[in-house]
């Protein structure tokens, strides 16, 4: 089976069987790793295909799948970018592999990774500004700018990340609803958790141990803090240290 025949399998039907396919054929042209004397054409198709595999792992939600594209690509990218035309995938791909990074929290490895990209190419692809804003914008806490982010995503793609971030901020902003109230109006709470619907509330209330008063559609939180705090002034010896403070002024008094 030729390259190219591959190529157009891939690109007509991206699924997993395919995709293993693929890349034994390319395992079998020494193209997953290429050596310096291969072919330029053979090293682009070979290189489109694991592009087109890179977004089908993402669609199909599968990170560590993608992680391995990514890392193959690299060298495609690095290694043999002189000696191929441009992909049109490749800026999509690489802001994709940012918003892996970002998604994970694997903040220093975000920054090691831009980098090394070319100043030109962050300053002028969207694809690469987008995960740079996202990135501010969570250091400056403004959640509402990343949730208006999957609307303005430079790919569709890109809203499977931006969606695992929101899961990682609405477990940090229930963090601070815990400590901060006992309790919050039901509708309050899917607002500030960025919720559409109370169904989604209820399956996060769940997870987070919350109780949900469905007559006065209330949130009560587990709040650990405020309950630690009452244990700690119910231990203190409310009547010895009255005892204790009236000797010690009446001791005062006759020392005066």
Partial sequence: MSLSSVLSAVQSNPSP?????????????????????????????????????????????????????????????????????????HEPLLGLSLLRLLSSNSIAAFHTALETLPPELVAKSEYIQHPIDLERWLMEGSYSKVWRARQQAPQKEYAFFVEGLMGTIRH??????????????????????????????????????????????????????????????????????????????KELESIV
């Fill in 172 to 249: 940090e902003i229930a963090s601070c609803e815990e400590k901060a109230y006992d309790s919050l109006p039901l509708a309050d709470a899917a607002t500030l958790l960025f919720f559409d619907n109370m169904h989604d509330v209820s399956s996060f209330a769940n997870e987070r141990g919350w109780q949900i008063n469905p007559t006065t559609q209330t949130v009560h939180f587990v709040n650990k803090a405020n309950a630690l705090a009452n244990q700690g002034r119910d231990a203190i010896p409310k009547k010895a240290t009255i005892i204790s403070n009236l000797q010690f002024a």
């Fill in 17 to 89: 069987k395919v995709l293993a396919d693929a890349k034994a054929q390319l395992a079998v042209h020494n193209l997953l790793c290429p050596t310096p004397d291969a072919n330029s054409k053979d090293l682009a198709i070979a290189r489109d295909i694991l592009e087109a595999g890179a977004f089908a792992a993402i669609r199909a939600g599968d990170l560590n799948g993608f992680d391995r594209y990514i890392g193959l690509l690299r060298v495609f990218w690095d290694d043999y970018s002189s000696l191929l035309p441009p992909s049109a995938s």
